[in-house]
């Protein structure tokens, strides 16, 4: 994995956590994006090298809407750049990791996508990014 390149934060209202994180960072977010297929509108601001997602549930059904209903607003998911997404899922997967989605999806901030199960990252989401060609 190359680096750390995002923070996921579960927030009930985006409009509001964008105006806490405006802030914080002292910046506004350079990007906000719905993903309808995950049921989510986000916002991403910059952090040096790294990026804060915010994100928000459209969907009562959408993971996000159900992560805040369990454990209320808060960090949702770690993600890590990679460079070879499908090679890292083979790696990971022969190293014991539980892959939740084995072909990479389209994310937000222009990624393909996959994540892995918390049960076996000790309790953590983690998700793979790595960069889309434009299509």
Known sequence: ??????????VKDLKSANTVYEKLLGVAPYKMEE??????MTSFFKCGE?????????K?????????????????????SVTN????????KKEGFTVLNEEPKKGADNKWVVFLH?????????????ERNNE
Do not use: W
């Open 85 to 92: 997404i499908k090679a890292e899922v083979t790696r990971l």
């Open 35 to 40: 993903v309808a297929s995950e049921g989510v």
């Open 118 to 130: 918390p049960k076996s990252t000790r309790g953590v989401l983690v998700e793979l990014c790595q």
């Open 60 to 80: 009562p059904e959408s993971a996000i809407a159900k992560f805040i209903e369990k454990k209320g607003e808060g960090i949702h998911h770690i993600a890590f």
């Open 50 to 58: 790294s990026k804060i997602e915010l994100l928000e549930a459209t």
């Open 1 to 10: 994995m190359d680096k750390i390149e995002h923070l996921g934060i579960a």
